[in-house]
């Protein structure tokens, strides 16, 4: 789910939440203190009408006997001076948490419950200024609330009378204090869990990966480029983490590389410095033994001169050898593609390359399995380049007297594939996956004696990848090393 539409939820149940919950809280509340008022007066009302004028629907609940009274006040008022008549009423009030007393003149001839009415017994009006309120009723409010309806009236003997009907407000009140009590706490704890809901979903959806990524970013200041991000939230922040960690690998894969490029330089400086010193040596030698006349003869002057001048052409090709991969592995080496006779041109090679090897006592073979009229896309100078350089690295490596290299040439469906074999030294089985690593030498040793960048089979694999195609090797210890590559069928 999406960061944006995780807000959006969260502010809907922020809103509807508390409102259905409360709605629900406050219902349960108020239908069990209903049930209550409506179990302890007998009297059924509307709940709003409970809660906004409790005491117009108390006036209900002693209405119909209230009314009773009246009517014999103001017809038959013999009957207000029967005292088993009071009896009567006041058992009648009595479920209704009501009570009956009754005033002649100054003093009580009758109290349904002496203890509630001494609470107001000096709050209830005198004979004849008694003002009614509410439906007949009146208020006594508190620490005791009472609702009063009295009645004056006259004896027989012209005696002052008022007969009072009493109802208790201590039960209705607190409940409803109650249910505003109730329903307030109800809507403070709803508002605290949903607060704590929406706190902890923020929490794991937005947070939590923050908080990894923020410890993340640390690590990789500290420079900890292993300490990877896992998140597996599918939104901004998750894609945001997936960039994170993408960004992680390539720059942990840079700073490895740059890191293996000065080693690789560093070793390659050691190794151009040891193979510069030795030509150099040899020339500064050859040179004092020219200078001090050591040579006296013709003869042994122009050996020293033409040791001179092959140690200067050693010198010369491995600077450009040098300077040529620093063009290719820059990729600044233009390269001029045309059609080429496959036969042809690797004809021309291999006669050019038997005159070279001859001195070396290397034979070489020769074996092409593909059609005549077969041509390849290819760069002249730049395969030739590739083919001398994986020649010279056999010559190199060669350790029997009479040295052989096979080059032999196969149909690939629509590539040509060259396999170029020699019976050398070989080489070991864990050094082979890494032999076309530039300044790689699989055994420094022999290399140092046989001289060389650790150059020539890297470029030989960069051209070969320029020219669409692929490089690869086998070998056997102490049997010899095949090098195949795939040049593109030109169509």
Known sequence: MKL?????????????????????????????????????YDVEAKTIQV????????NRVTRGIFNEIKLYSLNSSEKLSDMDYYIEINDMLKPKHSFLAVRKNDEFIYVGDEEKRDMIGGLLPN????????????????????????????????????????????VLMPQIKAVATQTMISFIIILFFTAC??????????????????????????GNLDYSVTVVTKDEIGQLCDDFESMRLRLKRLIDDRLQYEEDIKELVSNISHDLKTPLTAIKGYSEGLIDGVAVTEEKQNKYLKTIYMKANDMSALVDELAYYAKIDCNTIPYLFSDISLAEYFEDCVEDLHLELEVENIKVVYENLVDRDVKVVADVEQLKRVIHNIISNSVKYMDKPEGIIKIRIMDNEESVR??????????????LPFIFD?????????STK????????????????????????????NKGTTISFTLKKAV
């Open 4 to 40: 944006k539409h995780r807000l959006i939820i969260a502010f809907l149940i922020m809103i509807a939440m508390p409102v259905i919950l409360i709605s629900i809280a406050a219902g349960t509340i108020v239908r069990f203190q209903m049930d209550s008022i409506h179990e302890s």
């Open 51 to 58: 809660i906004t004028n409790p005491i117009q629907i108390l």
């Open 127 to 170: 004979y004849g200024t008694a003002s009614t309120d509410v439906d007949g009723g009146i208020y006594l409010g508190g620490k005791n609330p009472f609702l009063v309806k009295l009645q004056d009236f006259k004896y027989t003997d012209n005696s002052m009378g008022t007969i009072f009907v009493i109802t208790d407000l201590n």
């Open 197 to 222: 809901l929406l706190m902890f979903w923020i929490y794991r959806s937005i947070l939590k990966p923050l908080n990894v990524l923020r410890v993340a970013t640390d690590h990789i200041k500290e």
């Open 418 to 431: 060259v396999d170029i074999e020699d019976n050398g030294l070989g080489i070991d089985e864990e050094e």
């Open 438 to 446: 530039r300044f790689y030498r699989a055994d420094a040793s022999r």
């Open 450 to 477: 046989s001289g060389g960048s650790g150059l020539g089979l890297a470029i030989a694999k960069k051209v070969i990848e320029d020219h669409f195609g692929k490089v690869w090797a086998e070998s056997e210890k």
